[in-house]
């Protein structure tokens, strides 16, 4: 299955062998510090979801988002978030956006603003199938991160 990913990024553009797929970033990262350095709790949780079941996972804060969540192409100079030092995008990147903003580039980190904090009530989990990848990996990704979130 980590092939599907690498697979995938080659379809849309991206070179694994220089942006990792999260799976082989976490791997990398693990080996280069001897052990994994905790993020805080809910990036470790996400960090743990993806390490189970090899399916990254992302959170944004639910209350910063308008709309459902889709992939779409970025438009030239369009800011990523909703935010005034938001960093504008080129166009033609694949993004992971709602109903009017790039929330965070396609398999990237989610924009700042976006991110759950100390004040966020609610968290919107996401991930991003890919052809190779059975549906249950994706549900059991969100449910062990979902499950972790809510203390179960």
Do not use: K
Request: charged share 20%.
């Amino acid at each position: 299955m980590p092939g599907a990913y690498r697979i995938f990024f080659r379809q849309i553009g991206l070179d694994p062998d220089v942006q990792r797929t999260p799976l082989e970033a976490a791997i990398l990262e693990r080996m280069l510090r001897g052990g994994f350095l905790t993020g805080g709790l809910l990036d470790d949780i996400l960090l743990i979801a993806l390490m189970d079941t090899g399916v990254p996972v992302w959170a944004l804060d639910s209350a910063t988002l308008d709309g459902p969540l889709g992939i779409r192409s970025s438009n030239q100079a369009e800011p990523l978030g909703r935010f005034a030092d938001a960093p504008t995008l080129e166009a033609g990147l694949l993004v992971v956006a709602d109903a009017s903003t790039a929330l965070a580039p396609l398999f990237g980190e989610c924009a700042p603003g976006h991110r759950p904090g100390a004040r966020s009530r609610s968290v919107t989990l996401f991930t991003v199938r890919v052809p190779g990848v059975p549906a249950l990996y994706l549900e059991e990704a969100l449910w062990s991160a979902a499950s972790a979130l809510q203390g179960r």
